[in-house]
């Protein structure tokens, strides 16, 4: 054997106990897996929305299954399912939670405050305490407010403007979740618009019929759903009971109006679910939570349904049509 060979042989010899730990780290590199807590019971009843932020991560780079875990939790609007699910994903110490609905986001403080949150739909984020501030959230929850307390005058005054001669609105809307904020709104925009305002809970599924079979007895004149997931997921069947009982209802989710709503005004919830999956690509590369501010919304849409108008014989004014980002035909 040549010198130069038995050198060779020596410095891979060396080279080799070196080079192994690193090859075996790159094989080792944790495979981040992020808890997605929602509020349906399957994935199904979550079609809207699932697949959009599937496609978030992937946009990002992220390949679920080999890149990234995404772990899917239905708990089926019951309260309990959504505390025992985030508790079963806090420990399984998942890199992350993702929580759809404010119901996820307090389930998931309860159960960890070390794991970071990325709340999705938070209506009042500072008002129900989930962070100190939006520019400052200081835990361990962060992401996208609604504005929805913000956004209930300019709703009420639509509604007005669509339906001729409004004088008594309802506000429904879901106990289980903090309202104070919408309800305090409202009241101020119906007394500054003249309006008689009352309110009333409906806690399950099976009480929205009801309702607003009991709101036309009282000859109230249109309805503004809070948010609540619950009303989301019942969507048909609130848009059924708004028309059977030939109630003009304004909601603040454009994918309800399809279903029998009058008009929605509020963000463009597609888009909050591909920007959680960014706050969440910060998060995994490094950031904090805290350090993160909690975004509103940068684009406003107000959705028409011509077809739930002339079943309620209204006329959509031609200034709001010109307005609309949607018309439902």
Known sequence: MTLTRRHALAAGTLAWPLAWPLAARAQAKKVPRVGVLWHAANADEESDYLPVIEKAF?????????????????????????????????????DLIVAITVL???????????IPIVGVVMPDPVGTKLVESLAR??????????????LSAKRLSLLKELVPGLARVAVIYDPALPSQGYIANFRKAAETLGLSLRTLEVATPEAIAPAFQGLAADKVDGVLV??????FTERARLGAAALAARMPTSVNIAEMVPFGALMSYGPD????????????????KGAQPADLPVEQPTRIKLVLNRKAASALGLAIPPSLLALADDVVD
């Not at 919830?269 to 995994?284: E, K, N, S």
């Open 58 to 94: 992937a946009d990002l780079g992220y390949v679920d299954g080999k890149t990234i875990e995404l772990l899917h939790r239905f708990p089926a609007e019951q309260t309990a399912q959504f505390h025992a699910m985030a508790q079963e994903l806090a420990d399984a110490k998942v």
């Open 137 to 150: 959230p200081g835990g361990n929850v962060t992401g996208l407010s609604l504005m929805s307390v913000d």
């Open 104 to 114: 996820g986001v307090i389930a998931a403080r309860k159960a960890t405050s070390t």
């Open 269 to 284: 919830f597609p888009d909050y679910m591909r920007r959680a999956a960014g706050y969440a690509d910060r998060i995994l």
């Open 226 to 231: 809070a948010n609540g997931s619950m009303f």
